[in-house]
């Protein structure tokens, strides 16, 4: 599903060059869910953005569902995003100009999405934002605009789901909300989940966790969760209420 091979990052920083990420190999299979933790500066937020090919490598190769990534033109990465990764920032990047429903519609018209529209709205509903979609993101409040975002993300029904501190600026109950999503469409679509986080406790929940430090992984861990996760524990921990399912999309001629 993923793999990258001898990948590092090294940037100029004045009159030196500052390496970012140190020449790592990683396999991360389909469906699984790993957690990438470490100190703020370790490198999980540039391996994430590498792995989007929304950066490149100053060397090595990554592969992601077959196909070389580091070889694609801006073109063809922008298109392989489109129809593959889904991206959820910490600080959610909508377009201000742009109201919660078409920030979800755009992308799903520039990708050609059958019945974009009734997409568009579904994931709106799904995110428990039925009656907020008309707002634009500087009259929501953060866990909303999130919840756009990851529906956002969710709309090309992506098989690699990256997310970059997406519970950092939430309360604990939106980020529990947020956190959910992400996991549902791990759990229940068979999706794979890469995910950045401070929160060791929400790592602890992943089937994997993988730890940096100073641009090198210092451990790779399976948890003994994998393919043992529980709803009922999850809630229990995170103290939801509620349960959230975001729809499928419709195949092309379906009734």
Do not use: C
Request: aromatic share 6%; net charge negative.
């Amino acid at each position: 599903m993923i793999r990258l091979t001898n990948v590092s990052k090294t940037v100029q920083s004045g009159s030196e060059q500052l390496t970012i990420l140190h020449a790592l190999d990683l396999h991360i299979p389909t469906g699984q869910f790993v957690a990438v933790v470490g100190p703020s500066g370790s490198g999980k937020s540039t391996l994430l953005g590498l792995i989007a090919g929304l950066d490149s490598p100053t060397s090595g190769e990554i592969v992601l569902n077959g196909q070389n990534i580091t070889r694609m033109g801006e073109d063809q990465l922008a298109e392989f995003r489109g129809q593959y990764v889904g991206f959820v920032f910490q600080s959610f990047h909508l377009i201000p100009s742009l109201t919660a429903y078409e920030n979800i519609l755009v992308p799903l018209e520039i990708m050609g999405f059958p019945r974009a529209v009734k997409r568009a709205q579904s994931l709106l509903d799904e995110v428990g934002l039925h009656d907020r979609g008309h707002h634009y993101p500087s009259q929501l409040s953060g866990g909303e605009r999130q919840r756009v975002a990851i529906a956002r993300a969710f709309a090309n029904e992506p098989q690699l789901l990256l997310a970059d501190e997406p519970t950092g600026n939430l309360d604990s109950k939106n980020g529990a909300h947020i956190f959910e999503l992400l996991l549902n469409l791990n759990h229940e679509r068979g999706a794979t989940l890469l995910l950045v986080t401070h929160d060791h406790q929400l790592a602890g929940l992943a089937d994997r966790k993988i730890s940096l430090s100073d641009g090198r992984i210092v451990s790779d861990e399976l948890s003994g969760r994998a393919g043992e996760w529980e709803r009922g524990r999850f809630e229990n921990l995170l103290s939801l209420s509620h349960s959230t399912t975001l729809p499928l999309p419709e195949k092309e001629g379906a009734q």
